[in-house]
């Protein structure tokens, strides 16, 4: 009889399980959908996700008309993910002052200190003021576009062809985030580290600047009490942040202390056009801590973002043998004015390129170098979608899967097409920025948005019109876990020189 009892109790406990578990399938509003689970919320199905998070959120997103409330259970924290344009307006622009990074976001990009990443308020607004006034000038727009010619003819191109002429592959994300490295080393403290150079050397800070950034993604899904043990205790992902931030520091250091002592420093304004002797002019009193704080934003900022943009640039454009023609099309006119040994395009000879701007764009709108961002409500508030948000809500805008959303870009979304970038005119299409947020948008644009154009077009005309670059066939390209869209397992290619005759189309050799 006990035996019984206990198996009909055993039967109706799962009876009730399979019931109660068919009732909370039926509250989602598709499969991706993680379920609402009793003390835990969606914690279990974000966790589930992790390996594919991007994508998976881009699918819930469009089952949920743009947004989803998570909630994370007993951990207490609330999120909100949206790609919502008008949602991103509101929060960005209209409502700004009421959206701040707040004290969670900083402590999560600890690493990053009161740089202006971080910073809210009048530190911010000093921070901004300065780095406007400094970037927009005449004189650190012409250092910069000299920079990046120097660079990309004395390093990359030489580089390349030494791949061409060896005939190996090469993982050209790597090469790409090395070259931006050490443009944005020269640009902020006015060195070149070399990490472009044949052997291609170990570079301790880029390394320690990946680990941070898989850490921070880490610690936007771990509940914070959870991580913040595991950082004071330095096991699991904190023990790369812990390790990777002493790194960071101890460069930062090193190189503040080398430009502090240099003759050329703040006493003289026209020493050097370099953004850390530009910060220290006129500004004896700046500590290390903001110079080291100031430093590191800038170098995660030049390096990370716009390496990671050409890197899915060329992904896409290898895969689209048509829009590269275009391209090289375009670059021919340019080319036929150059000697055949001198095929590095200036900057002002590719600032009316319409179809190269519109080929960036295009790549962005779908591989966005930040595809989320963090923001925080400090008071009660109605979205324009309809939502409340509390105060100290945690919001994700999630412009990765924006640019997916087929009501947001049309029936075509997912295709590369950089046409839908072009009036019928053959000038640029304006696209509001609250619907294009690769350079963010309202107050907190990013202010280096020309500086990295510069960059990325000097770069993609120079390799496309010298070289002839392939995807190594099979190998898998995927976005990493990171709140940086780096790419999982690198970019595998193989390099051919062109054959490149002035003033006609490339040909392959």
Not at 367 to 393: C, R, T
């Amino acid at each position: 009889m006990d035996l019984f009892l206990g198996l009909l109790s055993l039967l109706c406990c799962c009876c009730f399980f399979f019931f109660y578990y068919r009732h909370l399938q039926s509250k989602k509003a598709c499969k991706a959908e993680p379920t609402e689970w009793p003390l835990l919320g969606h914690l279990l199905g974000m966790l589930a996700n992790l390996s594919c998070y991007h994508d998976w959120a881009t699918v819930v997103l469009a089952a949920r008309r743009y947004n989803f409330p998570a909630q994370t259970g007993l951990t207490g924290v609330r999120f909100f993910i949206t790609c919502d344009p008008s949602n991103v307006r509101h929060i960005f622009t209209s409502n700004f002052l009421n959206y701040p990074k707040g004290e969670e976001y900083a402590e999560i990009f600890d690493v990053l200190g009161h740089g202006i990443f971080n910073a809210d308020g009048e530190s911010w607004r000093w921070q901004r003021a300065k780095s406007q006034l400094l970037m927009a000038g005449p004189r650190f727009r012409a250092f910069s576009a000299r920079c990046t010619r120097d660079k990309v003819d004395t390093s990359l191109l030489p580089f390349l062809a030494h791949v061409a002429d060896a005939g190996d592959r090469c993982d050209l994300h790597d090469v790409l985030l090395r070259m931006t490295f050490d443009m944005t080393c020269n640009l902020v403290f006015g060195v070149d580290p070399g990490c472009l150079q044949i052997g291609l050397p170990v570079v301790p800070f880029a390394r320690a600047m990946d680990d941070v950034l898989d850490t921070i993604f880490f610690r936007h899904v771990f509940p914070p009490a959870l991580w913040r043990l595991m950082y004071r205790y330095e096991v699991g992902p904190e023990k790369k942040m812990a390790v990777a931030r002493r790194t960071i520091d101890r460069f930062a250091a090193d190189t503040i202390a080398k430009r502090r002592s240099s003759d050329d420093h703040n006493h003289n304004e026209s020493s050097s056009d370099d953004m850390l002797s530009s910060f220290l002019c006129g500004n004896d009193d700046a500590s290390d801590e903001f110079l080291r704080d100031t430093a590191v934003n800038l170098l995660l900022a030049g390096r990370d973002t716009t390496g990671t943009a050409l890197s899915w640039f060329f992904y896409v454009v290898c895969k689209n043998p048509r829009v590269q023609q275009k391209i090289l099309d375009e670059l021919a006119p340019i080319a036929a004015t150059k000697k055949p040994e001198d095929m590095v395009f200036d900057a002002g000879e590719l600032s009316s390129l319409v179809y190269l701007h519109a080929a960036l764009c295009e790549c962005m709108r779908l591989y966005p170098p930040v595809p989320f961002q963090h923001k925080a409500a400090i008071a009660d508030d109605v979205l324009p979608s309809g939502h409340e948000m509390k105060a100290g809500d945690k919001i994700l805008l999630y412009s990765y899967s924006m640019g997916r959303m087929e009501g947001v870009w049309g029936k075509d979304c997912m295709e590369f097409r950089p046409e839908r970038w072009i009036t019928d005119d053959g000038k640029l299409r304006y696209e509001p920025s609250y619907k294009f947020i690769a350079f963010n948008t309202g107050p907190r644009t990013c202010l280096g948005k020309e500086v990295a154009f510069t960059q990325m077009k000097a770069v993609a005309a120079a390799v496309l019109w010298n070289f002839v670059v392939e995807a190594v066939p099979g190998h898998v390209v995927e976005p990493k876990l990171s709140v940086i869209l780096h790419m999982k397992n690198g970019l595998a290619v193989t390099v051919k020189r062109r054959n490149v005759v002035s003033g006609v189309h490339a040909t392959t050799e």
